[in-house]
């Protein structure tokens, strides 16, 4: 069974595609920090939430919410929308292989990093 769990039975199109995207992603990258008893997904009214749980550092855990026209991706402080499936599946992947920097709450740059690296 893959880490997310099977796909919710009803999804919309977007939502649908981001989660079978994710599953894949995660497949490929295989992040060695990321906290399986604690990263889950949960169906939602209009879509899907998931929580990517790092393993050693609360603050660098990832979150998605993927609705029915967008798809919200978030670490610490900062979020950002996304309207492709793809464009937040690549946000995801900055997140999960220490690509990107985000603010935390105490207004301090941090950069997460789940010790992904990319395939070659």
Do not use: N
Request: net charge negative; charged share 20%.
């Amino acid at each position: 069974m893959p880490l997310l769990g099977p796909e919710p039975a009803i999804f919309a199109p977007l939502p649908c595609a981001f989660f079978r995207a994710l599953v894949a992603l995660l497949d490929v990258l295989a992040p060695p920090l990321l906290d399986d008893a604690m990263t889950k997904a949960s169906p939602r009214d209009d879509g899907i939430e998931v929580v990517l749980a790092h393993a050693t550092e609360i603050a660098y855990s990832v979150w998605i919410q993927a609705e029915r026209d967008a798809i919200l991706v978030g670490c610490a402080a900062t979020h950002e929308q996304r309207t492709d499936a793809t464009e937040a599946l690549a946000l995801v992947a900055q997140l999960l292989c220490g690509e990107r920097d985000v603010r935390g709450y105490d207004g301090a740059v941090l950069r997460p990093d789940f010790g992904a690296r990319r395939p070659a």
